[in-house]
């Protein structure tokens, strides 16, 4: 069925209000005389049309004149009920199966697995395969009822007695496992067993003892999505900030080698100092000033600028996030640089960089719609923008048209900004 129409079994499309029509008119042109005869009611005329007789004879063989299609006598009618038997889970079958399987203890030591028969008190031997099977035996002993015992299985095969299996295979499961005993893998029994020696990143441990907060690592990993970025993007935050590899001054244990940042030579050049130091500060304010960021404290201002994520546990916005983790590369590099080619570090021409690759990888968007617009259009579908849109905010937002327009303050930062200074408005056109 595709919108007001069905499509019949030839493929003929038919539209909806025409085949009710069709219906209607079928029903009407049923005789209501047939109707009553049918249904066994007096027929008001004594002699019927030898053609309706043949009719209702093609229908109901059964039918007669008198009693009209029977529902009672030999076979059950349409109306009388009949009994229903639900179809049975899978769990149910399998344990239908091995409730046929008993067991005894031989000797009051040995426990033996098979069948019983209760009428003739005769135990069918079983033997057990090495995968806990049981095949039967040509071995039959005579027991009483009392001897007999229900078996306990797991993972398709013996345990033992039901009553003194301990623990219950499908009752329990390992520490920090949440699969039953009976379903345990060796996938599962390598994370049990590794469980106890297991530690937290080390970096993790390095970022809360620092920040001295419970950090959202949650959020912060939530960050490094390929919605808009690529690892490219977000890589050098991943790898130097999160965990800590940035070769900073502070960490060299060479005994001439000066703890002083190398770009403003003042303070010690650790983590913290990256987002104080009066070299890279004007990035910080830039970004700040953009994004209406305000810190409650020094360790949430720390928290943000340092992981992206608000001291409180709460996440940047997407586009602000993909702003801060492409700015933070930018910034990786220069300050990189600054030590091994001693280039001076000119916060203009990054962020000039960041805006440049931000605004990239945001104009993909256009073509991602242009993709979506030309399937939309092959399903008949409407075209759903709102992902693509979510992902701009709330540094601009971007049409079905695959245009997207900069809010005021962003628009301003941008490169393109400079050479279309003075028009003033937000919009930026974008090409696929
Ligand atoms: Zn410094």
């Not at 067991?103 to 426990?111: E, F, K, M, S």
């Not at 399937?375 to 579908?381: F, I, K, M, P």
């Not at 701009?392 to 628009?411: E, K, N, R």
Request: hydrophobic share 35%; proline share 6%; charged share 20%.
């Amino acid at each position: 069925m595709s919108g007001n129409s069905i499509k019949l079994s030839g493929g003929k499309l038919i539209a909806l209000p025409k085949l009710v029509a069709q219906w209607k008119r079928n029903l009407q042109s049923v005789p209501s005389r047939l109707i009553q005869t049918a249904l066994g009611f007096t027929d008001p005329y004594p002699y019927l049309d030898s053609k309706i007789v043949m009719m209702l004879k093609s229908w109901a063989p059964s039918w007669n004149s008198r009693r009209g299609i029977p529902t009672m006598g030999r076979g059950p009618g349409r109306a009388d009920p009949i009994p229903h038997t639900p179809t049975p889970k899978r769990k149910q079958v399998i344990n239908a199966r091995r409730s046929k399987y008993k067991g005894i203890l031989a000797y009051g030591i040995r426990p033996m697995y098979g069948t019983y028969d209760a009428r003739q008190e005769e135990f069918h031997e079983h033997a057990l395969t090495t995968r806990g099977k049981l095949t039967a035996t040509k071995r039959y002993h005579s027991i009483k009822p009392h001897r007999i015992r229900d078996l306990c299985f797991s993972n398709g095969g013996v345990v033992g007695f039901a009553d003194s299996t301990y623990p219950h295979p499908e009752e329990w499961s390992l520490d920090s496992i949440s699969v039953p005993l009976s379903r345990t893998t060796v996938k599962h029994l390598t994370y049990a067993f590794s469980s106890p020696n297991r530690v937290a990143p080390s970096c993790l441990k390095a970022w809360t003892e620092r920040l001295g907060i419970d950090i959202n690592f949650q959020a912060v990993g939530l960050l490094y999505r390929q919605r808009l970025l690529t690892p490219r993007d977000f890589m050098s935050h991943f790898k130097n900030i999160l965990h800590r590899a940035l070769l900073t001054r502070t960490k060299l244990n060479t005994p001439l080698a000066s703890h002083k940042c190398r770009l403003c030579k003042r303070s010690r050049e650790n983590f913290t100092h990256l987002t104080n130091c009066s070299h890279i500060a004007p990035l910080w304010d830039r970004y700040i000033k953009l994004t209406n960021l305000t810190f409650t404290n020094d360790t949430d201002r720390l928290c943000t600028l340092l992981l992206g994520v608000r001291a409180s546990g709460a996440s940047l916005p997407p586009a602000h996030g993909d702003l801060f983790l492409i700015l933070w590369k930018f910034i990786i590099i220069n300050f990189t640089l600054a030590e091994i080619e001693r280039k001076p570090f000119d916060c203009d021409s990054i962020w000039k960089s960041a805006t440049t690759r931000y605004l990239s990888k945001a104009n993909t968007l256009t073509y991602r719609i242009g993709m979506k617009q030309m399937r939309a259009d092959a399903r008949g579908l409407k075209l759903d923008v709102r992902h693509e849109k979510s992902l701009l905010q709330p540094l601009g937002t971007i049409d079905s048209a695959g245009t997207i327009a900069w809010v005021d303050q962003f628009a301003q930062c941008l490169p393109c900004a400079e050479s279309a200074a003075g028009v003033g408005t937000a919009s930026h056109e974008t090409s696929p």
